[in-house]
């Protein structure tokens, strides 16, 4: 990435702490409203807006443990970080409104690597149309540290909760699965490669959508807007970020109900039944387990099922059951076998 | 701290993160009506309340540049964590509410430190009443991190700025300055002595308010609150993080106008000062640029000077000037000196 620009680099101790601040804070605009004050002051302020509720999340990204910079662009990297946030705000049916975002930097980063995370947290900002408010800028003696909260608002009637699912209601994903961690797979194997051949130039044209995936995901802002139009509110709801099987049996474990998973319903990208076949993975594993995808997962009631049906960006995959039923998957051979909660971390220690 | 416990440890790989998190935030109580989600979904929810902006502050520490945790105490440094961002809420003259705790935690935490560091957590949230509504619990491959965001309400005619003081305007400080630094300093001093010597066993009873002030600071809840039955509303404020000069800086240049502090004016603990007088420091330079004082700071029209007048948790300091004059310290000796932003971080480095 940066290193290998020939152009000078500054360190960031030339600007100190208020400095850098102004330097990248100096592009933000604010574009909503309810944002009173932003970045400058002991705390932003945020106007009530009448009649919506209000939803805030965090997460906090490490170096070395969510990211490898070997691979992972700063830009891409703080796309990325605002992107994991959103997903957790959309999650719940609201519409993001603002974000706070903390960076801990060790003195390796010139500022010009500074500016390329900001750049791409700006660009972020700016897609899913959020307010950067505020946040804080430290040292850190060791790796990167980028913590982001994010702030969304709802009226109290289409907040969705993880509870709520009732039997029969219908289990649905938005776009496919497994992508984000073949992605992951497909950056390692590369990674290794050019450890031992520094000139090996990697053709990742036939996993541009799973590295793309990987390194760029997006969160589905469109979900909760495609919802209002067709007038269904979810009667339940989580992001993937852990992978299919883990959220699923939170929603369920929440909602105190099983569920039936159909195997052959689950949404696949052609990339990633290809690249299952060339790692000789299963695919259904992979959207199970691989984690990262930032979809949603919700339940409605089967009255809701004909605004949905046919919709492309929306897959029923099972159906919700009485608790002691169990959580299954019913594969394509028409076996019942319970959902066991598998989630990127645990799939990466094998 | 916990490594001389004779008792078993637990690995928190053993609970993983769901376990770790439904075991740290189990304690955890709403208190606030507006608190209508907190800890469990993808997003915590907030709901509305009438006439009130809101406040939105977040602080990161990192272990090796914010703390030591050769002499920091987990639990104080929970308590500590949550302190520093409540400091924020309330220089905005606002009422804190809830806050979210991001953690990021290296394998050498067994679970019962991090039960330590959460006690801490919990014991701030309890006295100032803020209910914890979320967070993200990590792993780190070095040394812990902990990233907080605080929310708080006011009402918009209470909130306070750091722009908005005006010529005349008299400079209010809380509490007494200088304390933190000292007592970091006296801790340093000790664990120099127990590098040399591990049997020797320190004395710090001579030293005991600064120890508190550096290990187990309190916020100014109490100020926007006898603010309130004063009926004074600051024409702008700010927390003494950094230093009361830094800070007297910032809150001019946000105000666009200058100041006169008066040296034999700035509140020092009797501690402060005979600590000084035995670390041979000027009491004045480590008041100005000692840092985290965690006071307030804030500027009153003259009109309201009889209504703090003589209060025992206030004093007034100096007042502000017209931009051109600048921004300055008239000393014991009646001489004029331009005031100078040397934060913590700058002494630290001498």
Chains 1, 2 share one sequence.
């Not at 945020?46 to 992972?72: A, P």
Request: glycine share 8%.
């Amino acid at each position: 990435m940066f290193e290998d620009q020939n152009k000078e680099l500054t360190p960031i101790s030339k600007l100190g702490e208020f400095g850098l601040i102004d330097r990248l804070t100096g592009n933000f605009r604010i574009n909503h409203p309810s944002t009173i004050k932003g970045v400058g002051d002991d705390a932003a302020v945020i106007g009530n807006e009448e009649n919506l509720q209000q939803v805030v999340t965090t997460d906090m990204l490490l170096e070395g443990v969510h990211f490898d910079l070997s691979y992972m662009p700063l830009k891409h990297l703080g796309y990325k970080a605002v992107i994991v946030n959103l997903s957790d705000v959309y999650a719940m049916n609201a519409t993001a409104r603002q974000i706070t975002v903390s960076i801990a930097l060790s003195n390796r980063f010139p500022l010009e690597a500074v500016e390329e995370l900001y750049a791409g947290i700006e660009t972020a900002a700016k897609l899913y149309n959020v307010d950067v408010i505020g946040g804080d800028t430290t040292s850190s003696t060791t790796g990167l540290v980028i913590s982001i909260t994010a702030i969304g608002v709802a009226a109290e009637d289409k907040i969705t909760y993880r509870a709520g699912a009732k039997e029969n209601d219908l289990l649905v994903v938005s776009g496919d699965l497994g992508a984000a961690y073949l992605g992951l797979q497909v950056l390692e194997r590369e990674k290794k490669v050019f450890e031992v051949n520094p000139q090996a130039q990697p053709d990742l044209e036939p996993y541009s959508y799973l590295v793309e995936r990987q390194l760029k995901p997006e969160a589905r802002k469109d979900i909760p807007e495609l919802l209002s139009e067709l007038g269904v509110v979810p009667t339940a709801m989580i992001d993937i970020s852990d992978g299919l099987s883990s959220e699923i049996l939170h929603l369920c474990k929440n909602s105190k109900v099983g569920c039936n998973l159909y195997e052959d319903k689950i949404p696949l990208d052609p990339q990633v039944i290809t690249t299952c076949e060339e790692f000789n993975l299963d695919s259904t594993t992979i959207a199970l387990s691989g984690g990262e995808d930032y979809e949603l997962l919700f339940t409605i009631g089967q009255q809701d099922f004909p605004k949905i049906k046919g919709n492309p960006h929306l897959s029923v995959i099972g159906h919700i059951t009485g608790e002691s039923e169990g959580t299954n998957l019913i594969t394509r051979a028409n076996t019942k076998i319970p959902l066991i909660a598998r989630g990127w971390n645990a799939l990466q220690d094998e």
